[in-house]
């Protein structure tokens, strides 16, 4: 059966601090892992990982992906207010392209 | 990326009726899927919308109970039937575009059945 972990489920930081998101999958037929950003109805893109060791980059989110080990991490610098939201971690399998989705960690930055 | 739209944006139910979510993509996309989220859950894959044939649909999930519509490229509808208050959810429209083959949500639609 698949399985999608993330940790830490919840987590409340300060402003500038940085964050490291971790998510562990066993999910067959893998083909990539997506990550998405949660605040209200919809989740938003952020990243898809395809390639081990290749990092992702968008301003101060940052991913990476080890296919070796079966696990991703999300990094967030700096840390601001609005990064407050859920973040989904999401592996996709290769035989239909559908995502199996993680419990999400929920991040709550304090000013 | 894509603009995905989703009518309506939220309902409020009575028990034993039926609602149909429109999901509208602004391209062509190679797959579209629908979503449900229950309170306080994560997402849970309902059904691959397949064009011109039967969805596919995961364990736990059936066709009388959510029928599924695509009759093109770009347009799907998830009808959930006979509701219960079991079934208020979040229900979100999911599509892979063509090449890099990133997934997007619609903006969901909030059901509530009473």
């Known amino acids: 059966e698949d399985k999608v972990v993330q940790s830490p489920l919840s987590l409340v930081v300060h402003e500038g601090d940085t964050v490291t998101l971790n998510c562990s999958y066993e999910?067959?037929?893998?083909?990539?892992l997506l990550w998405y950003k949660q605040e209200k109805k919809a989740p938003t893109f952020l990243f898809m990982l395809?390639?081990?060791?290749i990092e992702k980059k968008s301003g101060r989110l940052s991913s990476i992906l080890d296919k070796k080990e079966l696990f991703s991490i999300l990094n967030i610098t700096a840390t601001q207010t609005g990064d407050s939201a859920v973040y989904l971690c999401?592996?996709?399998?290769?035989?239909?392209?559908?995502?199996?989705f993680g419990a999400g960690t929920r991040l709550t930055v304090k000013p | 990326s894509a603009v995905i739209s989703q009518k309506p944006s939220r309902d409020i139910c009575q028990r034993g009726t039926s609602l149909t979510i429109q999901c509208q993509v602004d391209?062509?996309?190679?797959?579209m899927f629908w979503y449900r989220q229950q309170p306080g859950q994560s997402l849970t894959l309902i059904a691959t919308?397949?064009?011109?044939?039967?969805?596919?649909?995961e364990s736990g999930f059936v066709i009388d109970k959510f029928p599924i519509s695509r009759p093109n490229l770009t347009f799907s509808t998830l009808t959930v039937s006979n509701m219960s208050p079991e079934d208020s959810s979040i229900y979100l429209c999911?599509?892979?575009?063509?090449?890099?083959?990133?997934?997007?949500f619609g903006p969901g639609t909030r059901l509530t059945v009473t």
């Open positions: 919308a397949n064009q011109g044939s039967e969805a596919t649909y």
């Open positions: 999911s599509v892979e575009t063509r090449g890099p083959y990133e997934q997007y």
């Open positions: 391209s062509q996309v190679t797959m």
């Open positions: 395809t390639s081990s060791g």
């Open positions: 999910v067959t037929n893998f083909r990539s």
């Open positions: 999401a592996p996709r399998r290769d035989n239909n392209n559908d995502m199996r």
